[in-house]
T-cell receptor, first 113, second 112 residues
């Protein structure tokens, strides 16, 4: 309905696992974002891509590795995560990066054991 | 850095009005957004203010005062489905890549 889809919706992984989150937008936008949402905390911007180029890395640990093969797809590769990385990971897209409205996907609820 | 403050929780009765305040301290300003987020769902865009004044959209209105660093979201004729978290987000003009700073959200509980 929002035009931004994310898979999987729920993920449980051990600290030694490797997994990937996928985001796809069907809105014809050029910019895509990854956010982390922890309970009772503000959304934290992680990465920004504009026309497939990474334009922002908000001091995110290297155990999170983004990939943007084209303007419609965005991945977040996860490896050797910590329990404190458990959170809701939200993807968003916007037409550009000049203040346009961002549209969010439903998120992936991640639990790291 | 930026500081975005909004109340943690508000409770109101169905049919009533609730006003959610948001104050911000930023080095620059290039717009304020309000989003609604139901539990387990995506945040959905509600409103955008960049100039001072009131923007009305059906039962929802948003107000901005740039000189006071203040905004509010007004929800009228509350319905049970309005129970959700409401997120205030500010774009600092100093940020060149559409970066939004979010508040922690206000959980609105609508009771019968």
């Amino acid at each position: 309905e929002t035009g931004v889809t994310q898979t999987p919706r729920h993920l449980v992984m051990g600290m030694t696992n490797k997994k990937s989150l996928k985001c796809e937008q069907h809105l014809g936008h050029n910019a895509m974002y990854w956010y982390k949402q922890s309970a009772k905390k503000p959304l934290e911007l992680m990465f920004v891509y504009n026309f497939k180029e990474q334009t922002e890395n908000n001091s995110v640990p290297s155990r999170f590795s983004p990939e943007c093969p084209n303007s419609s797809h965005l991945f977040l590769h996860l490896h050797t995560l910590q329990p404190e990385d458990s959170a809701l990971y939200l993807c968003a897209s916007s037409q550009g990066t000049s203040g346009e409205t961002q549209y969010f996907g439903p998120g992936t609820r991640l639990l790291v054991l | 850095g930026q500081n975005i403050d909004q109340p943690t929780e508000m409770t109101a009765t169905e049919g009533a009005i609730v006003q959610i305040n948001c104050t911000y301290q930023t080095s620059g300003f290039n717009g304020l957004f309000w989003y609604q987020q139901h539990a387990g769902e995506a945040p959905t865009f509600l409103s955008y203010n960049v100039l001072d004044g009131l923007e009305e959209k059906g039962r929802f209105s948003s107000f901005l005062s740039r000189s006071k660093g203040y905004s509010y979201l007004l929800l009228k004729e509350l319905q049970m489905k309005d129970s959700a978290s409401y997120l205030c987000a500010v774009r600092d003009k100093a940020d060149s890549w559409g970066k939004l700073q979010f508040g922690a959200g206000t959980q609105v509980v609508v009771t019968p």
